[in-house]
């Protein structure tokens, strides 16, 4: 595994400069932040952020983020409980205290690169269409209002529903990928679903894959041990600090399943 960048990580105020609801129950949020904060960012990374100022919720929330642009962040996020619930009411205009940027992200490669999404997986693929060569990206979600746009990437969607044109799983559209096209891959999603992923990749594509993992995270940065990925050979990985964005040949597939 690379060794990771000594990323300066900030605390700071962040004044919400828009924020929109995009997909039923999807909310994008653009914070404003200080210019040292934009200079550590790299495609994967993620944020912790202060969802209230009151008691509750108590710890802040982690949150990819999605895209940079000029000295603004955005993040997305689906409503999923009291913490992301509150998040979506707040105004824009308020300054909420975020820390980051946190974690690994990507090794940004030369060459064509493959992003393979599943669901709001793939909220940080935007960011990172923009600072690659991106030749195609293949999402799949449950249905058609689950489903992110990747600007600037030509785009392949199944739904689980048939919504979005073609009903099946992300592995449906697996089966004519040429993968001596490109010199990267990118992927993320629910663990079973990049499971699949990869057993349906040949060899030499497992190697040059990289995966944006998820897991519930304590601290942020590697004290709690909270997000704990099951490492290749024994062991773990910590989520947090270790990634979110591992080589795929690290994982121990078997093992991160079960615990899912």
């Known amino acids: 595994m690379r060794k990771a960048k000594e990323n300066r990580i900030i605390d700071s105020d962040a004044v919400i400069i828009e924020k929109k609801e995009i997909l039923p129950g ?4 653009t914070f404003e932040v200080p210019l040292p904060f934009i200079n550590e960012v790299e495609p994967g990374m993620f944020i912790q952020v202060e969802v209230s100022h009151d008691s509750f919720p108590v710890t802040r929330r982690p949150f990819t983020i999605s895209s940079i642009s000029g000295n603004s962040i955005e993040i997305i996020f689906e409503i999923v409980g009291r913490g ?44 990172l269409a923009a600072s690659i060569d991106c030749d195609l990206a293949l999402l ?81 940065w590697g004290a709690c041990e909270g997000c704990s990925v099951p490492k290749a050979g024994g ?5 947090c600090s270790d990634g979110p964005v591992f080589p795929a040949d690290s994982i121990d597939w078997e093992r991160w399943e079960g615990i899912h």
């Open 140 to 220: 799949g979600a449950a249905s058609r209002d689950k489903l992110l746009i990747i600007p600037g990437c030509e785009t392949i969607t199944i739904t689980e529903d048939g919504s979005s044109g073609r009903k099946g799983l992300i592995t449906d559209l697996l089966e004519t990928v040429r993968w001596d096209s490109f010199s990267s891959v990118a992927l993320c999603g629910p663990v079973p679903m990049m499971k699949a992923v990869i057993g349906m990749m040949p060899l030499p594509v497992r190697v040059i894959t990289q995966v944006s993992s998820e897991a519930r995270m304590g601290c942020g």
């Open 26 to 29: 999807i909310h994008r949020i």
């Open 235 to 239: 062991g773990f990985l910590k989520c």
């Open 84 to 127: 992301t619930e509150i998040l979506s009411e707040t105004e824009e205009g308020r300054s909420l205290r975020l820390l980051g940027p946190l974690g690994r992200g990507y090794r940004l490669n030369p060459g064509k690169w493959l992003l393979i999404g599943g669901g709001l997986g793939a909220a940080g693929f935007p960011g």
